[in-house]
C-alpha cells in the first residue's frame, strides 16, 4: 500500500475529526537557559506590558484565556461583536477572526513564555515554537443563532476542570523551574501536561469566548 505524504516544508492536513481549534508547542530538545529561566517572571514585565496595553479601557472578553497564560494580562478578544452578528446576522467578519486569532498566538506565545516552555522572548508576529491554528466557520451552516447565548453555560463544567487542572500546571512549571535550574532540562511528562492544560484552554476559548465553533470542546489533554 503507497502512503503519501506532504510536500517537504508543509505539515499535513489536520484529520477530519479534528477539533477546529489546534494547539501545540515544540519540546526544546537542548540545554535550557538557567540564568534567564530564573528570572523569568521579571524578564516577562516588557512583554506583559505590552500585551496588558491591548486591552487598556477597552471591554477584556479574552481574560478567562490568559488566566491559564500564567497571568499574562485581560487581552481584548473580540467577543460581542462575533455574537451579534452571529445572532442577527449568520456571518463572521473575516478580518474579527483572523484578529482574535492572532492575538491568542500572542497570548499563546507569552504563556510559553512563562511556563519555561520556550527560551526566546515572544515575539509579536513570529509562530516561534507555537502551532496554533482556529478553522474559519462557515457561519451559515456551522453556527447556531441561538449558540452564542448559552455556550457560557454550558461551559461550566469545563471551567470547574480548568481550575484544577490551572492549579496543576502552576505546580508542574514550579516542578520544571527547579528541575531547568538543576539540569538543564524541561521533563518531558511535565511539559506534555502543561501543554494539554494550554490546548484545553484554546479549545474553551475558540468555542465559549470568540466563538468560531459549536462542537463541544472535549474533556482531553492531548490533540
Given amino acids: 500500500m503507497n502512503v503519501q505524504h506532504p510536500p ?9 475529526d479534528a477539533y477546529p481549534a489546534e494547539y501545540d508547542v515544540e519540546y526544546p530538545d537542548h540545554q535550557l537557559n538557567r540564568l534567564t529561566t530564573f528570572f523569568r517572571i521579571f524578564m516577562a514585565i516588557p512583554i506583559l506590558i505590552v500585551l496588558g496595553s491591548l486591552s487598556a479601557g477597552q471591554y477584556g472578553a479574552g481574560e478567562d484565556y490568559a488566566v491559564y497564560a500564567g497571568g499574562a ?24 477572526f483572523d484578529w482574535n486569532q492572532e492575538l491568542l498566538r500572542f497570548v499563546g506565545r507569552v504563556a510559553i513564555y512563562l511556563s519555561l516552555l ?42 470547574i476542570v480548568l481550575f ?28 506534555d501536561f502543561i501543554v494539554g492544560v494550554q490546548r484545553w484552554w484554546l479549545r474553551v476559548t475558540a468555542y465559549m469566548t470568540v466563538l468560531t465553533t459549536d462542537r463541544y470542546p472535549p474533556f482531553r489533554l492531548s490533540p
Fill in 118 to 159: 520556550d527560551d526566546r522572548y515572544p515575539s509579536t508576529d513570529e509562530r516561534q515554537s507555537l502551532r496554533l491554528s482556529l478553522r474559519y466557520p462557515n457561519a451559515e451552516t456551522e453556527l447556531m443563532r441561538g449558540m452564542p447565548l448559552v455556550k457560557w453555560l454550558l461551559a461550566i463544567p469545563h471551567y
Fill in 164 to 191: 484544577f487542572l490551572g492549579t496543576f500546571a502552576f505546580v508542574a512549571v514550579l516542578i520544571a523551574w527547579f528541575a531547568i535550574l538543576f539540569t538543564g532540562r524541561y521533563p518531558r511528562p511535565l511539559f
Fill in 73 to 96: 494580562g485581560g487581552a481584548s478578544l473580540l467577543t460581542l461583536p462575533p455574537l451579534l452578528m452571529i445572532l442577527f446576522r449568520k456571518k463572521y467578519p473575516r478580518w474579527w
Fill in 8 to 16: 517537504q516544508g508543509e505539515t499535513a492536513p489536520p484529520p477530519p
